[in-house]
């Protein structure tokens, strides 16, 4: 729900919906799952070096790496870290000298220390509607089903999500 609400939010501020994507380095059918209940735009996996996704992501949808908002937790992920603009870091409290690099060497805007159990998904989406200015309107328009949230449901099921790995040394689209 969480993402919903937060497509919902951007959609009310920009009359569109994001581009959405997930990247992982596994073949995670959750992954798959969660891509086309929400309609996302792109899934990208077993892809180790995420940078080159995020890269295709970026040339696909002419858009820039600095237009990015990227939620990560783990090594695998600071490439994309580096460059993107806004870098949201799931900080998890086993990895207190990961805390710390990503600390010191700038690599997150927005730290939230939570576990998987504490949905830290559902926190940063809350936490950037709220930022919008949104989150009664959003939380409003969804209890009641208004038109505005029918038409951003109807919008959203018109993407198709589309499914990239690694094959041969480059991203390519396939069916999962």
Not at 13 to 36: D, M, V, W
Not at 62 to 83: Q, R, T
Not at 125 to 149: K, M, N, P, T, W
Request: proline share 2%; aromatic share 14%.
């Amino acid at each position: 729900m969480g993402t919903n609400l937060l497509r919902f939010a951007y959609y009310l501020k920009n009359k569109h919906l994001p581009l959405s994507a997930i990247i992982s380095g596994e073949n995670n059918k959750a992954a798959f799952t969660f891509t086309n209940r929400e309609c996302f735009h792109s899934n990208y996996f077993k892809v180790a070096n995420k940078i080159d996704a995020a890269t295709h992501f970026c040339l696909s949808h002419s858009c820039k790496m600095n237009e990015i908002a990227f939620v990560f937790d783990d090594v695998l992920d600071l490439s994309v870290a580096a460059k993107c603009g806004l870098r949201i870091f799931i900080s998890r409290h086993s990895s207190p000298a990961f805390h710390d690099y990503v600390i010191k060497n700038n690599l997150a805007d927005i730290i939230v220390n939570a576990s998987q159990t504490q949905n830290p998904v559902r926190l940063i989406c809350e936490f950037l509607i709220d930022a919008y200015g949104l989150f009664d309107a959003v939380i409003s328009q969804r209890i009641s089903y208004s038109d505005h949230y029918k038409n951003y449901i109807e919008f959203r099921r018109t993407i198709k999500p589309v499914y990239f790995t690694v094959k041969e040394g480059k991203i390519t689209e396939t069916t999962v």
